[in-house]
């Protein structure tokens, strides 16, 4: 029997419902890509206007669909190759309390045996996932273009107060 605790860590970041789409041979997809500059390998950020002109254009399309998010797939990696019994990961990130994206979520942060914690959002602000749109080029490179949701108004480095993170061996933030 293990008597040892784990090692704890704190993450923040944005939990993003990763949406992928593949260029090839889908001249109506390489438009879209091509119109927000997404070369192979380039990651660039949604406006609001743009999150909701990149969802009109790819709407229809077939996709595959996971959640994601940088931080989050590294500490699950991380939790994976650990084990629950030498690493406790707790997850701070902006995720609705009900709907498709808050289920994909949160059984990826399960299955990952990392601890979700909701943001509390600012009176007046709903809470909204991050999008990302992947796009697979014909050489197998991608790119994304990702909506940020509502995180900038809740993931505020003001809110990480020195008590939070007392109890943790790490912090992560992103």
């Known amino acids: 029997m293990n008597t040892k605790k784990p090692f704890r860590i704190f993450s923040t970041d944005i939990s993003t419902v990763d949406k992928n789409y593949s260029l090839i041979r889908n001249p109506a997809l390489q438009a879209v890509a091509d119109s927000y500059g997404c070369s192979k390998g380039s990651k660039d950020q949604?406006?609001?206007?743009?999150?909701?002109?990149?969802?009109?254009?790819?709407?229809?399309?077939?996709?595959t669909e996971f959640a994601g998010g940088s931080s989050a797939?590294?500490?699950?990696?991380?939790?994976?190759?650990?084990?629950?019994?030498?690493?406790?990961?707790?997850?701070?990130?902006?995720?609705?309390?009900?709907?498709?994206?808050?289920a994909l979520i949160d059984a990826a942060m399960k299955a990952a045996e990392l601890?979700?914690?909701?943001?509390?959002?600012p009176e007046g602000v709903?809470?909204?996932?991050?999008?990302?749109?992947?796009?697979?080029?014909?050489?197998?490179?991608?790119?994304?273009?990702?909506?940020?949701?509502?995180?900038?108004?809740?993931?505020?480095?003001?809110?990480?107060?020195?008590?939070?993170?007392?109890d943790y061996d790490a912090i992560m933030v992103q």
């Open 126 to 166: 709903e809470a909204q996932e991050a999008t990302s749109y992947i796009f697979k080029h014909e050489n197998g490179d991608k790119s994304s273009l990702t909506h940020p949701g509502t995180a900038r108004q809740a993931l505020k480095k003001y809110m990480l107060k020195p008590d939070m993170m007392k």
């Open 73 to 102: 797939n590294t500490l699950a990696t991380l939790s994976k190759l650990m084990g629950k019994e030498a690493v406790d990961i707790d997850f701070l990130s902006v995720v609705p309390e009900k709907g498709h994206a808050a």
């Open 46 to 63: 949604l406006n609001d206007a743009q999150f909701a002109d990149v969802a009109a254009r790819t709407s229809g399309n077939r996709f």
């Open 115 to 121: 601890n979700l914690v909701r943001a509390k959002m």
